[in-house]
């Protein structure tokens, strides 16, 4: 009788990262009207609450538009390996919500079966913006993911880093960008998350498209080290280092470049000093033979 070998394919991951804002209120004033709801500057908000908090007069997520999407595709390789296979950024002014999503939709159809969802507080934020808009549209989600139309949550196929991070959100919540300080990730090199609203109001779309890009980045490489505790089958630092290769080659005419070569060049040194210090301490006889 002969053991039978099983061989699990190489995985395949989408890192979503959506960029949103309220750029039409056209709904939000049905909803105001169906309140019976006349905004007046003797009562700006309602009795009892503050004026971020009142949806009569702040609209809600629901009202937002997707303006812009940046999905990653990384796959990985027979050695464990992780590598770029897609980088596609879908963004106004060139693409309507519709066709933002219709290009999100796609690119997951696009996919292997078993591939997966990493996001950053996706299930709080980009799943269900990603519902919300693609019921207003009329639009179905591709053979093998209707799962996301219940949340987003799956076991297997929906990493959200923040909620594997925070041990289901019992941690308190944090920034995608205090996490990516703490690991040494490239983040937030264009502007700050709180900016991102004023430019898309602005119509500053590269900026957009580029806060968004960066996000997706640092998420990726957020993923290879939280990979690695399971697989450390390839260094974090070299399937890091990959990540980034790979968005300089693709978007070589960002204005990110610079930083992401800086980082990696303070990288390659850092290492160097790190092994002649260890061959150093491990094996001093090799400055008495040279």
């Known amino acids: ?7 699990r394919a190489p995985r395949c991951w989408i890192v979503l990262d959506l ?5 039409d209120d056209t709904a939000h004033k049905r909803y105001q009207s169906m309140e019976r709801w006349v905004p007046s500057d ?4 309602r009795r009892g609450y503050q004026r971020s908090e009142d949806p009569l007069t702040t609209p809600r997520w629901t009202f937002q538009t997707v303006t812009t999407a940046s999905m990653m595709v990384l796959v990985e390789d027979d050695q464990g390996g992780i590598d770029v296979s897609r980088f596609v950024t879908l963004s106004a002014p060139d ?14 159809a696009d996919t292997p079966q078993n591939a997966e969802i990493c996001t950053w507080a996706g299930l709080a934020h980009d799943i ?5 808009g693609c019921m207003r549209h009329g639009l179905s ?3 093998g993911w209707g799962w996301l139309a219940h949340g987003g949550y799956h076991k297997s196929r929906h990493l959200d880093l923040a909620h594997a991070y925070t041990a289901g959100m019992k941690m308190k919540p944090i920034h995608l ?3 990516l300080a703490a690991m040494d990730i490239p983040a937030k090199i264009t502007a700050p998350a709180f900016a991102i609203a004023q430019m898309i109001y602005a119509g500053c779309w590269e900026g957009v498209q580029q806060a968004c890009e960066i996000d997706a980045m ?3 490489c957020l993923l290879a080290r939280w990979r690695t505790l399971n697989d450390g089958r390839i260094p974090v630092e070299a399937v890091e280092d990959r990540i980034l290769r790979r968005v300089i080659e693709l978007r070589s005419r960002r204005s990110y470049i610079p930083a992401l070569e800086a980082h990696r060049l303070a990288r390659f040194k850092a290492s160097i000093a790190k092994a002649a210090n260890d061959a150093k301490a491990l094996a001093p006889w090799l400055d008495e033979a040279a």
């Open 1 to 7: 009788m002969t053991d039978t070998i099983t061989t």
């Open 19 to 23: 960029e949103s804002a309220v750029i």
């Open 42 to 45: 003797d009562k700006p908000i």
């Open 95 to 108: 693409y309507d919500e519709r066709s933002v999503l219709t290009g999100i939709l796609q690119v997951l």
């Open 128 to 132: 269900p913006i990603l519902i919300s």
């Open 141 to 143: 989600l591709p053979r």
């Open 177 to 179: 960008a205090e996490v």
């Open 218 to 220: 640092g998420t990726a």
